[in-house]
C-alpha cells in the first residue's frame, strides 16, 4: 500500500475489512480535490485492489454553522471543478443534498459498497456526522487524515499546550510524513453507468443562507486555481517576509483553498520545502513552513481534543481564573455586535480591519489579533467577546469555522496557546496589544485609507 497506515483508522472495528463485490464509496468531508488527496487515493488503491469501481459522494447541508453566500459559493464553484475531474477519471461523483446522517447511509443502501472511506475533520459537528453514519450502516468504514501532513491521531494522542510542545513531535515525524503523493489513476474499473451531471441551479436553490454576505471576485475558487495561487507564491516566496505588514502582499492567500479542500497544505509544504534546498539566503521558507504546518496542525490538535474548542471554558485555566478577576473592571467602550459587524466603533484602525473582512473575506494575519483583543477590551465578558469574534469571522471570513479561525480567536481573546503576560484591567494575564504596536510594524494610516469607507460596496 503506498499510503502510510498511520494515516488511516479503522472506525468500525467489528467490521474492519471491505465486505462483498460493491463499489468504494469516498465520502468527501474535508478534502475536496482530486490530486493530492490521501483519502481518495487510499480509496482509489483499494477499488484497484478490488477490481470494483469508485465512488465519490459529497454532501451538501442547507445551512452549516452560520455560513453565508460567500462561503458556498466559492466551495460550490471548486465542487464542480472536482465534479468534472472525477468524471474525467472514471469515478462516479454523487452530490446528496440534506442531512449527511440520512443521506450517506441511504446511498449505501442503494449502492451497497465494499467499503467506506472518509476524510477526518475534527469539528464536532463533523465528528457527530461521521459517527450517526457509522451506527447506521452495516459497511466497514475507514478514515483518513486527507488535510494534515502528519495525522492528527499520531501526531499527538493528547491536547498540547502551545507550539513549543507539539513543535518537536512534528519534526520527527516530518521526514517520514513529508512524502510525495502517488498520481491519481483514470479509474481502471469504471461504474456500468455514469450519475447524471450534478444540476447545479438546482443545488443552489437548496441553499437556506444569508445572501446578503456577498461571494467575493478576488479569488477564483478550484483546485487548479489553488495550485496556480501556489506557484505564484512560491515565485516569490522572499515576499513572505513583509508578511506582518498588512500594505504589503506578503500572505499567499491560500487558506480558503486549504479550508474548501481544494489544495492540500501538504503540497504547499512539498513546493516551499522544494525552495529550502535550494538555499537561497533571504528564503523565509522556516517561517512560512511553521504556519503551514506546526500552526495549523496545532489548531487541529486543539478542535480535535478539546470539546469545548469555540467556548470560555476551552482557555487555559490559568487564562479563565485570570479573566474571571477582571470581569468587572470598567470598559472604556461596549460595544453592541451591530456596531462591530458595520465597523463603526471610536477606532479607525480597528474599523479598516472589519472593513478588510467585509470587503474582502479574508482578515490580514497580523491585524487578526489586533481585531480580536479589541472586541476582548470593548466587550461586556470575554464571553461575549469571543462569540462576537467567532460570529464575525464566521460570517465574512472565506475560511471562517475552521479550526484555525477558532484557534485564533481563542488565542487572541483566551490566551489559548500562549503565556501568561503582564496583568491589566480587563485583559488580566492576556497578552495586550495596541495601536502603537501596529504603528512600529506597518504604515498605520495607509492600511487605513486602503479600508476606508468607501470600499464597501
Ligand atoms: N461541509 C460539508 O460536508 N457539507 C457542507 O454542506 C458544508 C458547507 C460549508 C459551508 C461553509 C463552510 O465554511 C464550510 C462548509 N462545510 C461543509 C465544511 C468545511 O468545508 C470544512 O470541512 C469545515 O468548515 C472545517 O474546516
Given at each position: 500500500m503506498s499510503i502510510r497506515p498511520e494515516r488511516v483508522r479503522i472506525l468500525t472495528p467489528e467490521r474492519p475489512e471491505p465486505q462483498g463485490s460493491g463499489p468504494v464509496v469516498c465520502w468527501v468531508n474535508r478534502d475536496r480535490r482530486l490530486r493530492d488527496n490521501w483519502a481518495l487515493l487510499y480509496a482509489q488503491e483499494i477499488a484497484i485492489a478490488r477490481r470494483v469501481p469508485l465512488h465519490v459522494v459529497f454532501c451538501l447541508v442547507p445551512e452549516f454553522l452560520g455560513a453565508t453566500l460567500r462561503q458556498y459559493d466559492f466551495m460550490l464553484r471548486g465542487l464542480e471543478e472536482f465534479e468534472r475531474d472525477c468524471t474525467s477519471h472514471n469515478i462516479a461523483f454523487t452530490m446528496l443534498l440534506g442531512d449527511p446522517r440520512e443521506q450517506v447511509p441511504a446511498y449505501c443502501a442503494a449502492t451497497t459498497p465494499s467499503l467506506l472511506v472518509t476524510d477526518f475533520e475534527p469539528l464536532r459537528i463533523k465528528t457527530q456526522w461521521v459517527d450517526a453514519v457509522c451506527a447506521a450502516t452495516s459497511v466497514a468504514v475507514h478514515q483518513v487524515d486527507a488535510h494534515n501532513v502528519i495525522p492528527a491521531w499520531h501526531c499527538s494522542p493528547k491536547l498540547e499546550f502551545a507550539a513549543y510542545t507539539i513543535r518537536p513531535k512534528i519534526k520527527r515525524l516530518l521526514p517520514t510524513f513529508l512524502d510525495e503523493f502517488p498520481a491519481v489513476e483514470r479509474h481502471p474499473f469504471p461504474p456500468a453507468a455514469m450519475p447524471q451531471p450534478t444540476d447545479w441551479m438546482h443545488v443552489r436553490s437548496t441553499l437556506r443562507v444569508d445572501t446578503s454576505v456577498a461571494p467575493i471576485t478576488w479569488l477564483t475558487p478550484g483546485e487548479q486555481q489553488g495550485r496556480a495561487l501556489l506557484d505564484a507564491f512560491t515565485a516569490h516566496i522572499?515576499?513572505?517576509?513583509?508578511?506582518?505588514?498588512?500594505?504589503?502582499?506578503?500572505?499567499?492567500?491560500?487558506s480558503p483553498y486549504f479550508h474548501f479542500g481544494q489544495l492540500a497544505p501538504q503540497r504547499a509544504a512539498l513546493e516551499v520545502n522544494r525552495l529550502a534546498r535550494t538555499g537561497a539566503e533571504d528564503c523565509p521558507v522556516e517561517s512560512y513552513l511553521e504556519e503551514l504546518i506546526v500552526r495549523r496542525e496545532l489548531s487541529d490538535n486543539f478542535t480535535f481534543y478539546n470539546p469545548?474548542?469555540?467556548?470560555?471554558?476551552?482557555?487555559a485555566a490559568w487564562a479563565q481564573s485570570s479573566l474571571n478577576e477582571h470581569r468587572d473592571d470598567p470598559r472604556q467602550y461596549v460595544y453592541t455586535f451591530e456596531q462591530w459587524q458595520q465597523a463603526v466603533t471610536h477606532d479607525e484602525l480597528w474599523n479598516a480591519a472589519q472593513r478588510e473582512l467585509l470587503s474582502t473575506g479574508k482578515l490580514h494575519g497580523y491585524m487578526r489579533m489586533y481585531w480580536a483583543k479589541k472586541i476582548l477590551e470593548w466587550s461586556a465578558s470575554p464571553e461575549e467577546a469571543l462569540a462576537i469574534g467567532i460570529t464575525l469571522n464566521d460570517t465574512h471570513a472565506l475560511d471562517g469555522r475552521d479550526p484555525n479561525g477558532y484557534v485564533g480567536v481563542a488565542w487572541s481573546i483566551g490566551g489559548v496557546h500562549d503565556r501568561a503576560w503582564f496583568e491589566r484591567p480587563v485583559y488580566g494575564k492576556i497578552r495586550y496589544m495596541n495601536a502603537n504596536g501596529c504603528a512600529k510594524k506597518f504604515d498605520v494610516k495607509a492600511y487605513i485609507r486602503r479600508y476606508a469607507e468607501s470600499t464597501l460596496f
Open positions: 522572499e515576499r513572505y517576509q513583509d508578511r506582518n505588514d498588512p500594505t504589503k502582499p506578503g500572505q499567499s492567500n491560500l469545548n474548542y469555540d467556548s470560555f471554558e476551552g482557555f
